[in-house]
């Protein structure tokens, strides 16, 4: 057997890890009914929180944009203007949430961060939506809708990932 | 065990991850709230428009003035549609299409609203002072 040039370090196991987690939550929630188009609970968004607060931004930002591409492509949406969507509130929310990552733990918990999050999951769509998929100022009506959702399932993965990092864990998990 | 008892069970649980809850976060959510508040009275309190854009399939769009009481005729694929204008609104009134969604979608006055009849292709649409229109016609 040829040996591997590539040697994976222990950051590389724990983020292929996570997105792996993170790639299956997205690819089920592709298959959930929503009762409304584009309004998606983003339950994959939970291991993204987990991730920055148990390890740091960056192994956070590798899980988030490798779950985007790799998700994409199994659902086959690839290069597709929803993939654009995703990745583009994808980045948004990176950018905040490395931009309020450093604020005072007595003061901010985990929420905070989530709902920053979703907040800029829903700015970076609708920034991309308005630029390219539908040019017109009339796709802002949209916005409270999209601001509801994401303040509930904001809170909603804020309260998830809670109980995920109240678990005490073992040796060799994450 | 009484139900009562199961459901006490499941508020305390919700009262412990209320606790998680800091004053930065309270902080975050009620400037969240207002966000929220505030783009719903944005989409409410649209400017009203005061021109009217009729697109068809046949000539350049057309720009009119809305503060009129005016019925016209606009030519498309099919064949001849009405709309109505009256004083700041507009709607379809005939139209030769089958399924008269133009019709039933009733009168708009917001600016970027739009009408759209797909099978006789007449678009009308609501512009505002600061969109560029090409003619302006009484």
């Known amino acids: ?21 993170a790639i299956v939550l997205s690819v ?19 291991i993204i929180l987990y991730t920055l607060v148990r390890f740091d931004f960056s192994t956070a930002a590798w ?14 949406s690839f290069l597709s203007p929803t993939f654009f969507l995703s990745l583009f509130g994808a980045i948004v929310s990176l950018v905040l949430l490395y931009a309020v990552q450093k604020l005072p733990k007595p003061y901010f918990s985990i929420v905070s961060l989530s709902l920053i999050a979703s907040f800029g999951h829903i700015v970076g769509q609708f920034i991309i ?46 | 065990m009484s139900p009562y008892n199961g459901l006490n069970k499941i508020m305390k ?12 976060d309270t902080f975050v959510i009620v400037t969240f709230m207002g966000l929220i508040f505030w783009s719903v009275s944005q989409s409410w309190n649209m400017p009203s428009g005061q021109y009217l854009k009729i697109e068809n399939n046949q000539e350049d769009s057309k720009v009119f003035s809305l503060n009129q009481t005016v019925n016209k005729q606009v030519i498309g694929f099919l064949g001849s549609s009405e709309i109505s204008i009256a004083e700041g609104k507009v709607r379809f009134v005939k ?14 006055n917001k600016i970027n609203q739009t009408i759209v009849c797909l099978p006789n292709q007449i678009t009308i649409s609501i512009v505002g002072d600061s969109e560029s229109y090409d003619t302006v016609n009484y």
């Open chain 2, 95 to 108: 139209s030769p299409c089958t399924k008269k969604y133009c019709i039933h979608h009733g009168w708009i």
């Open chain 1, 28 to 46: 089920i929630e592709f298959f959930l009914p929503s009762p409304i188009p584009g309004i998606k609970p983003g339950i994959a968004n939970i």
């Open chain 1, 1 to 21: 057997m040829t040996q591997s040039i590539i040697k994976p370090t222990k950051k590389d196991h724990t983020i292929a890890k996570l997105a792996a987690i």
């Open chain 2, 13 to 24: 649980k919700i009262l412990q991850y209320i606790k998680i809850i800091k004053l930065g």
């Open chain 1, 129 to 174: 939506a308005r630029l390219w998929i539908i040019p017109h100022d009339s796709i802002f009506n949209l916005l409270p809708l999209f601001l509801i959702s994401a303040l509930i399932f904001g809170l909603f993965s804020a309260f998830v990932c809670n109980i995920l990092l109240k678990h005490k864990l073992k040796k060799h998990t994450f």
């Open chain 1, 63 to 76: 899980v988030s944009l490798v779950r985007v591409f790799v998700s994409s492509i199994i659902v086959g």
